[in-house]
């Protein structure tokens, strides 16, 4: 009975409606008051006047229900949706027009992402983020080594915690890959991406660095950033 209340609930509006809690909490507003008199909250937004959103939103976040999941070739679409809006905005001040749509069309036609799902580990949060994970093999010191392969997080998502989200659900599933056994986690992240005070944040360090042709004539100008877990 409470799934299908819950499920009853537009989508759309439970995404600004976490959002919006999501922001509240950060300000400091009190988690108990913000139980009892949601509609407060819920009327700073004029479409979002149901005290019923609010719930559907409240029990997302207070109970953490994860909605990451693991993606699959059905998510296609989905995916290259989100990558045509954050995966140029990331770059558009970075990289050429002309590597800019190669890259699109490297990393994210149709063709390109259903290979890369033959050996790699999709995640997705239906149109707020996607990630992917890649086996990369033994280290020398016996350790196993994961890359972190993509991490975006649609603009008005970013600092919602989706993106350390989805980043503990690739580590999760690294660890659970190598037996709980200590690995390296590796990532390849333009020099000029503002996304590097991200990953430092959580923890990775620049380990090497370099300038990786891609075809064409294009480099990939990166950090690899490590983390030892």
Do not use: W
């Not at 959580?202 to 380990?207: A, E, H, L, S």
């Amino acid at each position: 009975m409470l799934f299908s209340f819950f499920s009853k609930v537009s989508h759309e509006y439970e995404k600004t409606g976490i959002l919006i809690i999501q922001k509240s909490l950060s300000e400091g507003e009190n988690v108990a008051g913000f139980l009892l008199s949601p509609c407060d909250s819920i009327r700073k937004c004029a479409s979002l006047d149901s005290p019923t959103i609010v719930l559907k939103a409240v029990f997302l976040c207070i109970f953490a229900v994860d909605m990451i999941r693991k993606a699959t070739t059905e998510d296609i679409p989905a995916i290259r949706a989100m990558a045509d809006v954050v995966f140029r905005r990331t770059y558009r001040d970075i990289l050429s027009p002309e590597q800019l749509e190669y890259m699109m069309d490297m990393m994210y036609s149709e063709e390109s992402l259903i290979r890369q799902m033959e050996n790699d580990a999709f995640y997705i949060e239906d149109g707020q983020g996607y990630a992917s994970l890649r086996y990369d093999g033994m280290m020398d010191d016996g350790r196993e080594r994961f890359h972190l392969e993509k991490l975006y997080v649609m603009p008005e998502y970013q600092k919602t915690g989706l993106g350390r989200r989805l980043f503990d659900k690739i580590a999760d599933e690294a660890r659970i890959a190598s037996g709980g056994n200590p690995f390296r986690l590796e990532l390849n992240v333009n020099r000029a991406n503002p996304a590097l005070g991200f990953y430092e944040h959580i923890g990775m360090r620049k380990d090497r660095s370099g300038d990786f042709p891609i075809g064409s004539g294009y480099y990939m100008n990166d950090y690899i950033m490590a983390i030892d877990l």
